[in-house]
Nanobody, 117 residues
Framework: QVQPVESGGGLVQAGGSLRLSCAVSGSIFIDTMGWYRQVPGKQRELVAIITRDGSTDYEDFVKGRFTISRDNAKNTVALQMNSLKPEDTGVYYC????????????WGQGTQVTVSS
């Protein structure tokens, strides 16, 4: 049973930092890992992704502020979030895509991040 589990969310003031972590149990065949977020009334959106070889990609609204990293030996992915803004508030989800085909996808349960102004 593959299960990503997020941790590290919380309440922080604008300008502050948080570090999210995600540990994926049950599989060693993970290809791409990513962080997504969702705010009420909006669709879940991509924040950042990282491939198995360490290549990264960020959405424009977090470039220069967030850093994604992973540890393949531990099947973990982290998101360091700096210079947080109130609009970064939302539920952050970890996504793990397995090697494939069939490229199965697993989501974590989400962790709440709240940035106060």
């Amino acid at each position: 049973q593959v299960q990503p589990v997020e941790s590290g969310g919380g309440l922080v003031q604008a300008g502050g930092s948080l570090r999210l972590s995600c540990a994926v149990s049950g599989s060693i065949f993970i290809d791409t890992m990513g962080w997504y977020r969702q705010v009420p009334g909006k669709q879940r959106e991509l924040v950042a992704i990282i491939t198995r070889d360490g290549s990264t990609d960020y959405e424009d609204f977090v470039k220069g502020r967030f850093t994604i990293s992973r540890d393949n030996a531990k099947n973990t992915v982290a998101l360091q979030m700096n210079s947080l803004k109130p609009e970064d508030t939302g539920v952050y989800y970890c996504k793990a895509t397995m090697m494939g085909p069939p490229f199965l996808v697993y989501w974590g349960q989400g962790t709440q991040v709240t940035v106060s102004s």
